[in-house]
């Protein structure tokens, strides 16, 4: 069988369009294998902090190198005294309807002020004169938290002017209370009773982890590619006269 010369052209062409969707199809799924890698290293180091037992709460020597790697999630305690009439209630969807976070300021001995997440309230218990608050000197063990300063895509900003909040950012609300020598964090309080409110220990520790899904589905994208490229270059070389 005589088969025509193949169009090298259109071969080089497709070659060339091929490499580079393989190349770039390959790297992004070696990309998101890294991230799979980063990601499991990431849920095995916040699972030893939250289990751990806990350490003092960070003081103002360490509050220049707080960030979300290496300490959110860190099982810590600390204890002072709450000030009660500095009390945000930030607002978050609940299981029973809209709810509130109690986010209260606990100056300890030192001076310094940590903004403790004691846990959720519904809409009804949003004042504080619906439930009592705690008096005198506290010991809080919880998770250490980085302040929020971004919101998700559709959550509304703060409005401090209206004492309204949706962000559960320790900075904008210290402003707005006029308090100084504030943690750059919070710490969520862990559950003190199952009846008592605000019910504290609503941490959510959970990372969604696709990278493995993505990873194939670009690497499936890559070998079509190539068999793509494959099945033009066979019938390139393979094309009859009767073909042409």
Do not use: C
Request: aromatic content about 12%.
């Amino acid at each position: 069988m005589t088969y025509l010369k193949p169009r090298w052209p259109r071969l080089i062409l497709v070659t060339l369009l091929a490499l580079i969707g393989a190349v770039g199809f390959g790297s992004l799924g070696t990309w998101q294998v890294h991230r799979l890698h980063w990601k499991l290293d990431l849920i095995a180091r916040v699972d030893s902090r939250v289990h751990a037992d806990p350490v003092p709460a960070p003081g103002p020597a360490d509050w220049p190198k707080i960030n979300a790697a290496d300490y959110e999630y860190m099982r810590v305690t600390l204890r002072g005294t709450f000030l009660n009439g500095d009390e945000a209630q930030v607002y978050t969807p609940t299981d029973w309807g809209p709810g509130y976070w109690v986010l209260t300021p606990l100056r300890r001995d030192d001076g310094t002020v940590v903004f403790v997440n004691r846990g959720l309230v519904p809409e009804a218990m949003k004042a504080p004169a619906t439930r009592p608050a705690p008096e005198g000197e506290q010991t809080v063990t919880g998770l250490l938290r980085i302040s929020e300063t971004k919101g998700w895509l559709f959550s509304q900003p703060n409005e401090p002017a209206k004492d309204k909040w949706h962000l559960r950012d320790v900075g904008a609300i210290a402003a707005a209370r006029g308090l100084t020598d504030v943690a750059p964090y919070f710490v969520d309080q862990e559950m003190v009773s199952p009846e008592a409110w605000p019910k504290g220990g609503q941490t959510v520790v959970k990372f969604r982890n696709a990278h493995l899904s993505y990873a194939l589905t670009w690497y499936g994208l890559m070998l079509f590619v190539i068999g793509a490229w494959g099945y033009v270059a066979y019938t390139e070389f393979h094309r009859r006269p009767d073909e042409a």
